[in-house]
């Protein structure tokens, strides 16, 4: 069985809808927010997409594998048919994870992942500051470099993703590279599409 992977760069953010409506009472996807205490900030909760559904998960950013123990929690707590993964040190704008989700939704990809466009001014440089901009670009390379994701062609170290719950679940620790390699691995339709940095970030 031939597992190459099918990457689709989107160069222009397209505007999200999608194909069809949830269940009433039901979310059209959950969000596992890696946060310091799991805490969430009243402005993350504003931000999120109507019919998002947060899932807090503390993370501890001091630990190496603090983000991949929090979305593996996090996503077996999620029961929406969509999951997204935010990364609380990214910037992301929780605006953008529709961005990432209404591919996998409308069924045009298995795994979208953002990649970071920040902007001038203080809140690009509050949000995604140069040395975390740096730091994301030398984890991009070191991703690229990696046999396991051959064929990803990253332009940033997946600070937010979403995929098919089902797919994301049967993958035993949740981390960005753990779910990237499953997806190369077992040829999963992944495409990246460019974000926006927020206000602010979750965690610091």
């Known amino acids: 069985m031939d597992a190459r992977p099918v990457w689709q760069g989107l160069a222009e953010p397209q505007e999200p809808t999608f194909a069809c409506s949830p269940p009433p009472g039901t979310a059209r996807v ?17 931000r999120l997409p109507e019919g998002y559904r947060p899932v807090p998960v503390p993370m501890d950013a001091s630990a190496p594998d603090g983000l991949s123990s929090a979305w593996t929690v996090g996503l077996s707590r999620s029961t929406a048919p969509v999951v997204a993964l935010l990364d609380g040190l990214s910037g992301v704008d929780p605006r953008e994870l529709e961005r990432l989700a209404e591919p996998v939704a ?19 440089l509050t949000s995604w500051p140069p040395h975390r901009r740096l730091a994301a670009r030398r984890s991009a390379r070191r991703l690229q470099r990696d046999p396991a ?13 979403a995929g098919r719950r089902q797919l994301l679940g049967a993958v035993p620790v949740a981390g960005p590279h753990e779910l990237l390699a ?8 992944v495409a990246e599409v460019p974000v926006r940095c927020g206000p602010g970030v979750l965690s610091r």
């Open 30 to 46: 959950d969000v596992v927010l890696a946060a310091a205490g799991g805490r969430v900030p009243p402005w993350v909760l504003r």
């Open 106 to 124: 409308r069924g045009s990809a298995d795994v979208v992942v953002g990649a970071r466009r920040a902007g001038f001014g203080a809140a690009a």
């Open 149 to 161: 994701l051959a064929g990803l062609r990253l332009t940033d170290a997946a600070p937010a993703l």
């Open 182 to 189: 499953a997806a190369a691995g077992a040829g999963w339709r």
